[in-house]
């Protein structure tokens, strides 16, 4: 909400990533299917259960899920997808490097060819036979999702940096939005670390693994040090790209 209303009161979105919030909203949407998969699914708590009966008996409860988790990332989809239509909204004010990379572009049409193509497979003998085609199990779509979804996480804040480091300058990006992620992040990894008494089949299946926020703290830590020092002082020089 702090981009938000930076980007409201200049009327601008100049050095803003649009990779950024592209990548963080797909992210997020992964995370809020997979979480939804987890928690309510009959067939991957059946799968679940076959495969580990003394951790998730069948007639035991439902897989452990974190549905505050799912909650913070529902909220955050809608701020990143209020951010997004701004930047839509204000794109006569963007540079000649600020667009959606076709990098993102890839990994994203890639990432849904390979869902699409695991969840045919998972459904191909359904509801006959649990395994699908080439042996896959619906149960290995969704943790197959859960990895991409964190590792696409984990990368989300790069071509902010990149955006940076071509305009010379971190114009665009609202400072409180960056301490208000890093206080977000130190706080996800002291709860990734005090969860480690937790016996590991007790751990929420859509808890954000402990790389996903050492890797915000460190694009976090240089994008502070692109503002703070590298480019203290520095004006924007890039001129407006096309609407």
């Avoid at 239509?85 to 076709?102: D, G, L």
């Amino acid at each position: 909400l702090y981009q938000k209303r930076y980007n409201r009161l200049h009327r601008s979105i100049y050095g803003l990533s649009y990779d950024l919030y592209v990548l963080s909203i797909f992210s997020y949407t992964i995370s809020i299917y997979c979480t939804m998969n987890y928690r309510f699914s009959s067939l991957v708590r059946t799968q679940l259960s076959k495969r580990f009966p003394i951790f998730y008996p069948i007639e035991g409860a439902q897989a452990p899920t974190s549905m505050m988790m799912a909650l913070v990332h529902t909220v955050n989809l809608i701020c990143c997808c209020m951010v997004l239509r701004q930047m839509f909204k204000y794109r006569f004010t963007k540079h000649v490097h600020q667009s959606i990379s076709t990098l993102c572009v890839s990994v994203i049409t890639a990432t849904v060819v390979f869902s699409v193509f695991t969840f045919a497979c998972a459904s191909y003998n359904l509801p006959l036979h649990d395994m699908g085609k080439f042996g896959v199990f619906y149960l290995e779509h969704v943790n197959y999702l859960w990895v991409i979804g964190n590792v696409i996480s984990c990368f989300r804040l790069v071509p902010q940096i990149m955006i940076n480091w071509m305009g010379m300058c971190t114009q665009g990006l609202s400072s409180k939005y960056v301490v208000l992620t890093m206080v977000a992040s130190l706080v996800t990894i002291i709860g990734n670390i005090a969860s480690t008494e937790v016996p590991f089949y007790r751990i929420p299946f859509n808890y954000v693994p402990l790389f996903v926020p050492i890797s915000h703290l460190v694009s976090l830590l240089i994008i502070l040090y692109q503002a703070q020092y590298l480019y203290i002082g520095k004006n924007p020089y890039l001129r407006r790209g096309k609407a």
